[in-house]
């Protein structure tokens, strides 16, 4: 996670994760943990992170407690942005791939340029080299010259940009659907398997069609 605005996107993301049986490193930078304390209320401290990050994913986007109650947190591990020595900074520790949900425009600068300033930086540096699927889910608006930039730069080094955009056809009636939506879209675009939004199915396929 980065400091961009939409830390429900990344509570959806991790909760698909979770439910798709995936084993999760998750890496919240300084700037998103300003950003989820203004967006939630919650802070996330590194030594009550389990409790914090429970109480988080329990919520659903409208702030209401309990609405998703008893995951199970087992398969997180936490790495705090600071630790460069952490197990994602080497290419050689096991991961599948990386997601950076919301993806802020200093983030995403700082992945294309390879300046590693952080761990989560130098964790999508080490996806990148590695050659495994890296989705960046960009949250700004509109976006300028230098930062389409980035962005062109991250997509020929093989990411996929997902931007935080919902799509309105699968029939969204609460701010949740819109949310679960996009992190759908992400996890569409890592290869998980999820039933967060009614696909497409074409005009004579009648439409949406929940999977």
């Known amino acids: 996670m ?4 939409g830390t429900p996107y990344a509570a959806a993301v991790l909760r698909g994760l979770l439910d798709a049986g995936e084993s999760v490193d998750l890496v919240v930078s300084r700037a ?3 950003t989820l304390l203004d967006e939630t209320g919650i802070s996330f401290r590194d030594g009550h992170w389990q409790d914090d990050l429970r109480t ?17 947190l087992t398969d997180v591990r936490h790495w705090g942005a600071g630790d460069l020595a952490a197990g994602p900074s080497s ?37 990148l080299k590695e050659r495994r699927p890296l ?29 935080a955009s919902p799509a ?11 949310v679960d939506f ?4 992400v996890l ?20 949406c069609r929940a999977t």
């Open 135 to 163: 989705v960046v889910t960009v949250r700004e608006a509109p976006l300028d010259g230098q930062i389409l930039r980035h962005l062109v730069t991250l997509d020929d080094a093989g990411a996929a940009v997902v931007p």
């Open 188 to 207: 569409d675009a890592a290869g998980v398997p999820h039933g967060l939004y009614r696909r497409w199915q074409g005009e004579l396929g009648g439409g």
């Open 32 to 34: 998103s943990r300003l």
């Open 182 to 185: 996009v992190a759908g879209r």
């Open 2 to 5: 980065s400091g961009a605005s």
């Open 56 to 72: 988080w994913l329990a919520r659903g986007a409208d702030g209401k407690p309990g609405t998703f109650d008893g995951l199970d």
């Open 168 to 178: 309105f056809y699968a029939g969204a009636t609460h701010i949740q659907d819109l």
């Open 91 to 127: 290419g050689s520790y096991p991961a599948k791939g990386m997601l950076i949900v919301p993806a802020s425009t200093a983030c995403v600068a700082g992945v294309a340029l390879g300046l590693s300033k952080d761990l989560l930086q130098r964790a999508a540096s080490v996806t």
